[in-house]
């Protein structure tokens, strides 16, 4: 469920018509609903407490699929943590007022640097994903005299069953550690100087639209730590990363409910006394906004017609990248008597690859109309770039009948100055 209607023939985030945003930032804008955000957070935290009322549990809010500060600080008041994968990420997370203890910090390739960043910030756990890895943390813990609180990502093998580009949990995948070194590892990690093991952690994948994945990775991880425990190796916590998908399509299937994944969740851990620690970033924070973008022309192609709208794969990158479908919805409500036809949906970028959709049946939209691109707030703005040299989309936040801009659009002198031309061309 989510907080974008159609009220009197306007779409709104909440109470604010859409139209109305456009006017005071002009397009193409993201535009985030805070009832949304807290709302899907409410329903994991939900669902974890009620089928695991006793376990204590963090759901680390994954940083990279919306990484404004304001989207942060939303959910942190409501308690959430923070999973980064980098030191700007973890920048964010401590602007945004997330305590270092409740940040995860994960990623195949953390440098010196962001390992010191990280101990010096009170980080909660590093998730670990190599032996070279675990090495360099105990040498940087070591030399700053502390000791560096670490889980061992291991790597189920399980496959995902999802789009091969974010399908992470698979044996010829780069993420973890092979779950057949994993006990050995931890062993090694328990006695290493700077280290102290705290658990073991997972993420297989993005998008998961079937539970089967994650209750058979989930199984393995607990078989993998009951081993540890067995051997005298203690591990307080359980990490079970993120992934479970949102329903793009309101006419598709929807993916499992958060309450099923936590009778998943239940299922897997029970019987081993440990806190838990969740880190979604798309299930919290995709139905949560929507792209807005204005109709610039409507071209009669040879072949087909085309909406050329504001925004491009610049902005929204995810149908390019991985084909992935996005509704689109004209902002002003279409009178149900308008026919609907096929168009392709397309922004003013040089690449065939800059389209929305194909043969996407739409009712008539005019230029200078607006449209919104539903489903638009994980990975939309946090995988925008300049490239085209288009400024980044602003992003605005909604609570209620307010409304406030979070990233302001760049001018293009900001963006000219961060270019330095060398003396010898002058
Ligand atoms: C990307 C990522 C997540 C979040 O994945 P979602 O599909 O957005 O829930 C969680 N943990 C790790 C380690 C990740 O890389």
């Known amino acids: 469920m989510d907080h974008f209607n159609y009220v009197d023939g306007a779409l709104c985030a909440e109470d604010v018509p859409l139209e109305r945003i456009a006017e005071a930032v002009g397009t193409p804008f993201y535009v985030y609903s805070t009832a949304t955000l807290e709302r899907h957070f409410q329903v994991l935290d939900e669902a974890l407490s009620s089928h695991m009322p006793q376990r204590r ?3 680390a809010f994954a940083v990279k699929a919306c990484p404004n500060i304001a989207v942060i600080a939303t959910l942190a008041r409501l308690g959430a943590g923070a999973d980064v994968v980098s030191e700007g990420e973890m920048r ?4 945004a007022g997330v305590p270092g203890d409740k940040i995860v910090f994960s990623g195949v390739g953390k440098t010196d640097a962001e390992i010191k ?3 010096e910030h009170n980080v909660g756990q590093l998730n670990v994903e190599s032996e070279p890895e675990l090495a ?12 560096a609180p670490i889980a061992l990502r291991v790597n189920p093998d399980v496959d995902a069953r999802t789009h091969a580009k974010i399908s992470t949990g698979g044996a010829e995948t780069k993420f973890g550690i092979p779950i057949d070194r994993a006990a050995a590892l931890a062993q090694e990690a328990a006695a290493a100087p700077g280290i102290e093991l705290v658990g073991l952690a997972t993420h297989i994948g993005s998008q998961l639209t079937e539970l089967e994945p994650f209750a058979a990775a989930f199984a393995k991880l607990v078989e993998a730590a009951r ?20 329903p793009y399509q309101r006419s598709n299937t929807a993916p499992p409910l958060p309450f099923d994944y936590g009778a998943v969740v239940a299922k897997a851990l029970d019987g081993f006394e440990c806190d838990v620690v969740i880190e979604p970033g798309r299930l919290v924070a995709a139905n949560a ?3 807005v973008s204005k109709i610039i022309y409507v071209k009669e192609g040879a072949a087909r017609s085309f909406l050329v709208c504001d925004a491009a794969m610049n902005d929204l990158a995810r149908p390019a990248i991985y084909e992935s479908w996005h509704d689109i919805e004209p902002v002003k409500a279409p009178s149900s008597s308008e026919p609907v036809a096929p168009i392709d949906v397309v922004g003013p970028i040089c690449e065939t690859g800059d ?3 194909q043969q996407r049946p739409l009712p008539p939209i005019a230029p200078g109309e607006l449209i919104a691109f539903r489903s638009a707030g994980a990975y939309g703005a946090s995988m925008s770039s300049e490239y085209n040299s288009r400024l980044l989309a602003p992003e605005v936040l909604v609570k209620g009948d307010r409304f406030e801009i979070i990233r302001s659009r760049p001018t293009y002198a900001e963006m000219l100055k961060r270019d330095r031309v060398p003396d010898w061309l002058e």
């Open 57 to 59: 549990r963090l759901i």
């Open 92 to 95: 964010r997370a401590l602007a």
């Open 117 to 119: 960043f990280a101990l």
């Open 136 to 147: 360099a943390i105990s040498r940087v813990a070591t030399s700053m005299g502390v000791a």
């Open 227 to 246: 081993a540890l425990s067995a051997q005298g190796v203690r591990l307080r916590r359980l990490d079970l990363g993120g992934g479970l998908g949102v």
């Open 289 to 291: 906004g929507v792209l």
């Open 355 to 357: 389209r929305f959709a």
